[in-house]
């Protein structure tokens, strides 16, 4: 019989995890012991005026080596305006890690980040890439409920806290044996959990866009056979600094038109996203998308592992900027526009 995911978005939960209606400080701080078994990770993007986009994320071990011993790593991914991917993913010797409780601060080796839920700072010098970068917060931090799923019972979960939603960024990324100063705008979240995400997740579709006055997150995860392939969606819409939505349980995806990229992973060429509640309703239409990074997440591994775990599992992550249509059909809105979105597909079996 599947086990249940329970997705912690009733008061009983908020008043569980300590949490009242505003994101508190805390909550973007360390929030896991470390201990084996535990990830956690602070993730960045940014999408610059001069068509570069950057990823930074700090991370206390990968995702697939949950259970083995702390392991900090950076990964920073640069995509220069021609569609080269500059990317470097360095591990740490676990001493070389520091995080506060209290509030988002997180030291790797020379790198840090640190900031107050509206505006973060983020520096990280890998020689040939880096990246100094000003995160300022648009669209406030958010959360659905009290932003966990449970897994089976109430000690296994994933969490997630947007802090930036949407923003605008500016400073400096050196690629290519060149300092660029960049603007732009840009998204901050963080991920913790004590799950084995490949045991519990099979995939995910997973986006975020601004056009015009409007603010988009959406995702649709869905669950491994043992939890019944259960889907558990999350949409927040906000326009300007106001949320108009962040019920995500209406959200349905479909999807068509599969192709095959060459490492054999297969990808749609429409996405369409729904949501619907009594009158009123939003569609998402995600098309043209292009691919800005397609990368196997055993990498990492050596390459003798890589070739054993290949011939069970083929984990992989796509991300996307594709062209979206945005309708909104609301008692207090009725509105269409256009433009782009950024989007992943996680496939973790």
Same mark, same amino acid.
Request: proline share 6%; charged share 20%.
């Given at each position: 019989? $599947?086990?249940?995911?329970?997705? @912690?978005? %009733?008061?009983?939960?908020?008043? +569980? &995890?300590?949490?009242?209606? !505003? *994101? =508190?400080?805390?909550?973007?701080?360390?929030?896991?012991?470390?201990?084996?078994?535990?990830?956690?990770?602070?993730?960045?993007?940014?999408?610059?005026?001069?068509?570069?986009?950057?990823?930074?994320?700090?991370?206390?071990?990968?995702?697939?080596?949950?259970?083995?011993?702390?392991?900090?790593?950076?990964?920073?991914?640069?995509?220069?305006?021609?569609?080269?991917?500059? $990317?470097?993913?360095?591990?740490? @010797?676990? %001493?070389?890690?520091?995080?506060? +409780? &209290?509030?988002?601060?997180? !030291? *790797? =080796?020379?790198?840090?980040?640190?900031?107050?839920?509206?505006?973060?700072?983020?520096?990280?010098?890998?020689?040939?890439?880096?990246?100094?970068?000003?995160?300022?917060?648009?669209?406030?931090?958010?959360?659905?409920?009290?932003?966990?799923?449970?897994?089976?019972?109430?000690?296994?979960?994933?969490?997630?806290?947007?802090?930036?939603?949407?923003?605008?960024?500016?400073?400096?990324?050196?690629?290519?044996?060149?300092?660029?100063?960049?603007?732009?705008?840009?998204?901050?979240?963080?991920?913790?959990?004590?799950?084995?995400?490949?045991?519990?997740?099979?995939?995910?579709?997973?986006?975020?866009?601004?056009?015009?006055?409007?603010?988009?997150?959406?995702?649709?995860?869905?669950?491994?056979?043992?939890?019944?392939?259960?889907?558990?969606?999350?949409?927040?819409?906000?326009?300007?600094?106001?949320?108009?939505?962040?019920?995500?349980?209406?959200?349905?995806?479909?999807?068509?038109?599969?192709?095959?990229?060459?490492?054999?992973?297969?990808?749609?060429?429409?996405?369409?996203?729904?949501?619907?509640?009594?009158?009123?309703?939003?569609?998402?239409?995600?098309?043209?998308?292009?691919?800005?990074?397609?990368?196997?997440?055993?990498?990492?591994?050596?390459?003798?592992?890589?070739?054993?775990?290949?011939?069970?599992?083929?984990?992989?992550?796509?991300?996307?900027?594709?062209?979206?249509?945005?309708?909104?059909?609301?008692?207090?809105?009725?509105?269409?526009?256009?433009?782009?979105?950024?989007?992943?597909?996680?496939?973790?079996?």
């Amino acid at each position: 019989m $599947a086990r249940k995911l329970i997705p @912690a978005v %009733s008061e009983e939960f908020l008043q +569980r &995890e300590g949490l009242g209606p !505003q *994101i =508190a400080l805390w909550e973007d701080a360390l929030r896991t012991d470390l201990s084996r078994g535990t990830f956690e990770w602070w993730y960045f993007d940014a999408h610059f005026e001069d068509g570069t986009t950057a990823v930074i994320v700090f991370s206390t071990r990968p995702i697939l080596e949950r259970k083995g011993p702390l392991k900090p790593s950076i990964w920073l991914t640069i995509t220069d305006p021609q569609g080269k991917k500059h $990317a470097l993913y360095p591990s740490f @010797a676990p %001493s070389q890690f520091a995080a506060s +409780r &209290e509030r988002p601060q997180v !030291q *790797i =080796a020379t790198h840090r980040m640190s900031g107050d839920l509206h505006r973060y700072t983020v520096s990280v010098d890998l020689g040939e890439l880096a990246a100094e970068l000003v995160f300022e917060g648009i669209v406030p931090p958010w959360r659905p409920g009290a932003g966990k799923v449970y897994f089976g019972d109430l000690d296994h979960y994933f969490a997630w806290l947007p802090s930036i939603p949407y923003g605008k960024v500016y400073g400096q990324i050196r690629y290519a044996g060149q300092t660029h100063a960049v603007q732009g705008t840009g998204y901050h979240d963080h991920n913790w959990g004590n799950v084995s995400l490949n045991e519990v997740w099979d995939h995910w579709y997973w986006g975020r866009a601004h056009l015009g006055d409007y603010t988009l997150i959406f995702v649709e995860q869905v669950a491994t056979p043992a939890y019944g392939r259960e889907k558990l969606p999350v949409f927040m819409l906000a326009k300007g600094q106001e949320i108009l939505i962040g019920d995500g349980f209406p959200l349905r995806l479909e999807k068509e038109t599969f192709v095959r990229h060459p490492e054999g992973r297969m990808y749609p060429l429409k996405v369409d996203f729904h949501w619907e509640k009594a009158a009123e309703r939003v569609h998402l239409g995600l098309r043209n998308p292009e691919i800005i990074e397609a990368t196997s997440l055993l990498m990492h591994l050596p390459a003798w592992q890589r070739r054993l775990l290949h011939l069970l599992v083929n984990p992989y992550y796509f991300r996307f900027q594709a062209d979206l249509h945005l309708s909104v059909h609301l008692a207090q809105v009725q509105e269409q526009v256009q433009g782009k979105a950024l989007y992943e597909i996680m496939m973790l079996r």
